[in-house]
Nanobody, 125 residues
Framework: QVQLVESGGGLVQAGGSLRLSCAAS????????MAWFRQAPGKGREFVAA????????YYADSVKGRFTISRDNAKNTGFLQMNSLEPDDTAVYYC??????????????????WGQGTQVTVSS
């Protein structure tokens, strides 16, 4: 079992930055994938970014490429999402998730095994 706790959300003006953290406990995340998803009101859960825990390979949605950076600290078993140049359309609840049975890296939220509680990010115009 893996427990995930997100932090770092908040209210920011357009053009600003936030850094989200996702602390994992219960097991190390070796050979897992950690991803960030977001869900805006009235919309489905959207893939944002993912990172392979062992190799550190990253993947991004086109909508955030060049603005967001996903990373991890293996020693602290914690993942991060650095969000720069934020836009009002980035407003959503952000969730971190872990896929521990990795066949392929997937952007499909239904394939992820563990989820955090979510943290609200609000970007004002």
């Amino acid at each position: 079992q893996v427990q995930l706790v997100e932090s770092g959300g908040g209210l920011v003006q357009a053009g600003g930055s936030l850094r989200l953290s996702c602390a994992a406990s219960g097991r190390t995340l070796n050979n897992c994938v950690m991803a960030w998803f977001r869900q805006a009101p009235g919309k489905g859960r959207e893939f944002v970014a993912a990172i392979t825990w062992t190799g550190g390979k990253t993947y991004y949605a086109d909508s955030v490429k060049g603005r967001f950076t996903i990373s991890r600290d293996n020693a602290k078993n914690t993942g991060f999402l650095q969000m720069n140049s934020l836009e009002p359309d980035d407003t959503a609840v952000y969730y971190c998730a872990v896929d521990e049975v990795v066949v392929i890296i997937t952007t499909d939220w239904r394939q992820y095994d563990y989820w955090g509680q979510g943290t609200q990010v609000t970007v004002s115009s």
